[in-house]
């Protein structure tokens, strides 16, 4: 689905939510869609800038994260204790690698991890309707490095 596509699905979602259009929420919308890495506020505020030449303040980014996150059209992941990163979530991945030296994301793509998910909360009488798996240790790289100190 190439943005144009997405874009009208969004509004149209927004809409029956009761928000508005706005040139901010296109430009964030855009910017993580063509994005390919999380990436927190911070890092959306000064590519906006970069890419789009568009100003756009740091809680005016919040608010249409937490807006956008609110709609489940945006994945999240807590990677320090006060900083979140974010992503367009179309692919609806649920399960991470998070290196805790570089803040490095990999995304697994596993059936079993899910099975897995899903065979536990069964056995639990348990109805699950969604679930997100971050597992938190050291990339390859960060690990090599630990090793030469």
Not at 19 to 48: G, H, P, V, W
């Amino acid at each position: 689905m190439d943005f144009s596509s997405y874009f009208l699905h969004v509004k149209a979602l927004l809409n029956q939510f009761g928000y508005k259009n706005s040139m901010k929420r296109f430009y964030i919308l855009k910017l993580l869609y063509e994005t390919k890495d999380f990436l927190d506020a911070d890092e959306i505020q000064l590519l906006l800038k970069k890419i789009y030449n568009e100003k756009i303040s740091l809680s005016s980014v919040y608010k249409e994260l937490n807006i956008l996150r609110n709609l489940n059209l945006l994945s999240t992941l807590q990677i320090e204790e006060q900083k979140q990163k974010y992503k367009i979530d179309t692919t609806f991945k649920k399960e991470y690698l998070i290196c805790l030296k570089c803040n490095k994301v990999i995304e697994l793509d596993s059936n079993s991890l899910r099975q897995s998910a899903k065979q536990v909360s069964s056995s639990k009488g348990f109805e699950l309707l969604d679930y997100k798996l971050s597992l938190y240790g050291y990339c390859e790289d960060c690990s090599k490095e630990c090793e030469d100190e």
